[in-house]
């Protein structure tokens, strides 16, 4: 049976060591009274909801799944419907949220910690909760304040949950070319047609409720994403009291049969003529489906982040246990058969990727869900744009860069039981098959690398990569002349004098030939990617060089950036030879030669 345990000491070293979120809490009046012991007693306790109420449902959930009843029923495995339930008994739909709608207003930072340890227990159930935040994410910033009054006590509570619908059977990322239909009715709503595919939490029985924020187009739409206007379509309406009122026509008519996450109900979602209200103005609905996007591209990073956790402490504790051969150097365990294979080298080189890849997107997410809260709530404007400019540079490395890692992580977690690990007992089959949705969801990973290369850093002439580049600078003359830390400085400085110069042939080439910016595109994000782990592994090598004395904790972390900079850092190599290649051989064959 597979096992999960919150790694909280790693936690605190990246929120209280790193990140030192007492100190940058401060510098945020809204949060200027949260300290270190508040942070890690909220962690404590999601910890425990995380490990004993929906770890448990995981694979029961994974084997039972949703079940479509009929008539757009859909009901969860057994036992969701409970655990959510306690979710919002216990407050943690509203952890971050608006206190003026029934919120706890704590930092984004700390809902970040909180899905990590969710997905790591439960990605299935952790996505019902998820969808909602975003739905409120969407809504508080471009809802008007009825609608606002209406909708987000309920969702902030948890007692109704929220989706969101774009994709389509014949338009997926490209949205340009939905055909949702909004023909404005007299009472002031609009009559929304239409179906939606790929809808995750679209139906179930967990809420008394479901938003769901629809795309669609209005009579007089101009083509194009400029003709996409957002709605908010409720499956019940609301009575003047609040209280669900009567169904809308908005209907699951059936529901995905997946590789993974089976226990999440993916819908088909028809709308015919639904009642739903507009949200923000008229034509400009992509500027607040991003908002849900983009806080879901965050939120797919942490999936995987929390899956590639699981699955190292289950590969882990297996590789200390599973006896087989005798390590090379002789035998270690004399009074046993064999050795456990945790001493073969090639074993360790799994699970120390997965631990390495583990820590530095800790790091990078809780980094971003912090500088998030800096750009929304820090009094000095500077702070706030840096901050913004960095999130919107570093939302496709944690979206596209995770999801791959973890994806390998997970793999290698297989890997590492062997035939054990294929087969369902162990639970480990189930994270590789959950782990790959998240290289597809909210824009797949190459829409991610285009949206890196082309939109966050050439289309500003590279600013946002220069700021992140002034980090490195600073942290790089902070620690020259100290020799302790040469092993990691050169060759920070080095990938950091190829991202400059390989981004500025990428940009010249692109101006040739298009083409070449779209097959540079995938190696130039893994390479960015390994920029910014390179950095953060410095750093965290910086303080665990200053500590190691202290404990074994310090010992370990020391030897998983040693291990990083050898062993991980050097895809670098290929990955620009291969962003240079140009598109020259992808294209030249003739399509009907395939």
């Known amino acids: 049976m597979p096992q999960y345990t919150p790694p909280q000491r790693d936690m605190a070293f990246v929120l209280h060591e790193m990140l030192n979120v007492e100190a940058a809490f401060k510098a945020l009046p809204q949060h200027a009274d949260i300290d270190a012991e508040t942070v890690d007693s909220i962690i ?248 849900m996007m983009n806080g879901a591209r965050l939120g797919v990073g942490m999936q995987s982040l929390g899956l590639g956790e699981v699955a190292y402490q289950n590969s882990l504790a297996y590789a200390k246990d599973r006896l087989q051969s005798r390590a090379l150097t002789g035998a270690k365990l004399k009074d046993k058969a064999a050795d456990p294979i945790i001493v073969h080298p090639d074993v360790r080189r799994m699970l120390l990727t997965q631990k390495a890849y583990n820590e530095a997107g800790r790091f990078l997410t809780y980094w971003v869900g912090l500088m998030i809260d800096q750009s929304h709530k820090h009094p000095d404007e500077k702070v706030r744009e840096d901050a913004d400019d960095l999130v919107a540079l570093l939302t496709p490395i944690v979206k596209a860069f995770i999801t791959d890692n973890a994806f390998e992580s997970t793999n290698l977690g297989m890997q590492v039981f062997g035939g054990h690990g294929f087969i369902k007992e162990t639970g480990v089959e189930q994270y590789v098959r959950d782990a790959r949705i998240n290289l597809i969801y909210e824009g797949t990973n190459t829409i991610q690398s285009l949206d890196l290369i082309g939109r966050k850093v050439l289309h500003d002439g590279g600013k946002k990569l220069s700021k992140f580049g002034k980090l490195i600078a600073g942290f790089v003359k902070d620690n020259a002349d100290q020799p302790e830390m040469k092993e990691f400085i050169e060759p920070l400085m080095d990938i950091g004098d190829k991202v400059t110069k390989l981004t500025g042939e990428i940009g010249q080439n692109a101006m040739k030939n298009p083409d070449d910016l779209g097959a540079a595109a995938v190696p130039y994000l893994r390479v960015v990617g390994h920029l910014v782990y390179a950095y953060l592994w410095a750093r965290m090598a910086r303080v665990a060089l200053d500590k190691q004395g202290e404990s074994d904790f310090y010992k370990a972390k020391l030897a998983t950036a040693r291990f990083y900079f050898a062993k991980l850092l050097p895809e670098t190599a290929y990955q620009i030879r291969s962003a240079r290649a140009g598109s020259a051989t992808l294209m030249a064959m003739d399509v009907e030669l395939f």
């Not at 187009?217 to 994403?225: E, I, K, M, Q, V």
Request: proline share 6%; hydrophobic share 40%; glycine share 12%.
């Open 44 to 291: 404590e306790e999601a910890g425990k909801f995380a490990a004993n109420v929906i770890f448990p449902l995981n694979q029961s959930g994974d084997e039972e799944g949703c079940t479509y009843v009929g008539d757009g029923v859909v009901t969860a495995p057994k036992g969701f419907k409970e655990a959510y339930a306690q979710y919002c008994e216990q407050g943690w739909p509203a952890l971050s949220c608006d206190p003026d709608f029934g919120g706890q207003g704590l930092p984004e930072l700390v809902n970040n910690v909180l899905f990590e340890m969710l997905n790591s227990a439960n990605q299935a159930w952790t996505m019902y909760p998820g969808l909602s935040h975003g739905a409120y994410a969407a809504l508080i910033a471009r809802g008007n304040d009825e609608l606002k009054q209406a909708y987000l006590p309920k969702l902030v509570s948890g007692e109704w949950t929220g989706t969101m619908c774009l994709t389509e059977p014949h338009a997926g990322t490209d949205l340009g070319i939905i055909r949702t239909k909004a023909e404005p009715n007299a009472d002031g709503s609009y009559a929304i047609s239409g179906t939606k595919i790929f809808i995750s939490a679209g139906e179930h029985d967990l809420s008394g409720n479901i938003i769901h924020l629809v795309l669609a187009r209005l009579p007089d739409a101009p083509a194009g994403t400029k003709g996409i206007s957002l709605f908010i379509v409720p499956k019940f309406i609301p009575n003047a009291d609040g209280t669900p009122g009567e169904r809308n026509t908005v209907k699951c008519t059936s529901i995905e049969h997946k590789m993974g996450i089976h226990a999440n109900a993916t819908s088909v979602i028809n709308l015919d003529g639904a009642k739903g209200w507009l949200v923000g103005e008229p034509h400009k609905g992509m500027s607040g489906m991003f908002i």
